[in-house]
């Protein structure tokens, strides 16, 4: 960290995790994740003519695809820090923390499930309401009315908290730590933070159970499932702390969110979704339409109220206070180290 003088690891990633909630993802600048989604789309072609078909070589192309992607982009990442830390400090730092915000998608987020309750609030507005909303989930938004527009709202701002914002913030903390201990010439947090966001990429592209992405997909989504696995507990461990009123009650609501979320055919979206579920007081879960099939997701604190446009804003504010706890925590870490 010779470059960047008194400037700690952790530092970076506080004043990155602010730039997000400042500036969010600028259309004027080519994001990573776009240029992740190209390299998908041009190398899924090549694998699928190459496999012909056959499930074992489709599995073979996707985790070639899988250990292209995520290598490439976590070393792509690990250059951009090692040129930071050689470059003058002036243009080294700047360069590095708006890297590191490309990782985290805490405000892109808010947005974008906010501009479905800014629809909802005007006049009602079913048509935009839903139209925001297919931007942000993969199942059928044409036909749903406002409380279920509000429930997949609250779905996906649950289960995206931790897939956008919490992962990659797990994995960017973890680089810092490498870096205070010491290994700066190795992996730092943006090489993790982007290798995780390749594995997340992959999964939302191709780790669909249909088709050759049956096979083409699995190892893409695997490796998602993994990384996210730890972030994910630690979320709804942590999650009921910034709340006063679910504090008392902490141990109980992670008992039950583990429960819940266990049905779920993902090992982290359930889990995810019942912790804010259960902290916020509502249910989620229920009948969702996914093209022409129907998929029954299990409830998630089932009995508990509906799903408002007032719980949903709740429920970012939350994420909101949960990302501070966690830099405050690595940084107190961190500083404990260097005494």
């Known amino acids: 960290m010779d470059s960047f003088t008194g400037v700690h690891p952790f530092l970076l990633v506080i004043a990155a995790a602010g730039l997000d909630r400042l500036v969010g993802d600028p259309r004027w600048c080519l994001h990573p994740v776009v240029v992740m989604g190209w390299c998908i789309s041009r190398l899924r072609p090549l694998a699928e003519h190459w496999a012909g078909g056959r499930p074992w070589t489709l599995r073979l192309g996707g985790g070639l695809i899988t ?8 070393t792509a990442g690990w250059l951009v820090e090692q040129i930071s830390l050689r470059i003058p400090q002036l243009l080294g730092l700047p360069l590095l923390l708006l890297a590191l915000a490309s990782a985290l998608a805490g405000r892109s987020l808010e947005q974008a499930v906010r501009d479905v309750l800014r629809a909802l609030a005007q006049g009602n507005d079913l048509s935009g309401a ?3 909303l297919s931007w942000i989930v993969g199942r059928e938004t044409a036909e749903l009315d406002a409380a279920e527009i509000l429930r997949a709202a609250a779905e996906t701002a649950s289960e995206n908290a931790v897939d956008g914002l919490f992962a990659p913030l797990f994995w960017m903390l973890v680089g810092a730590g490498l870096w205070s201990a010491g290994f700066s010439a190795g992996p730092g947090p943006l090489a993790l933070a982007w290798a995780f966001k390749a594995a997340s990429t992959l999964d939302s592209m ?56 266990a049905p779920d055919p993902s090992p ?35 009995g508990a109220a ?3 446009a007032g719980s949903v804003e709740r429920m970012l504010e939350l994420s909101q206070r949960l990302e501070v706890l966690w830099l405050v925590a690595a940084s107190s870490v961190g500083a404990a180290i260097h005494r």
């Open 67 to 74: 250990l292209l992607l995520v290598g490439g982009s976590g």
């Open 130 to 132: 839903r139209r925001a």
């Open 268 to 302: 982290n979206a359930g889990i995810s979704q019942a912790i804010y579920a259960h902290c916020l007081g509502v249910q989620l879960g229920g009948l969702n339409r996914y093209g022409a099939s129907e998929r029954q997701k299990p409830l998630l604190a089932a």
């Open 206 to 261: 191709l780790g669909y159970r249909r088709g050759s992405l049956v096979w083409l997909g699995t190892a893409g989504a695997r490796l998602d499932d993994l990384l996210v696995w730890l972030p994910c507990r630690l979320v709804a461990i942590s999650l009921p702390l910034v709340s006063p009123r679910t504090l008392p009650k902490a141990i109980r609501l992670l008992k039950r969110s583990l429960v819940d979320g």
């Open 306 to 308: 509906a799903v408002s």
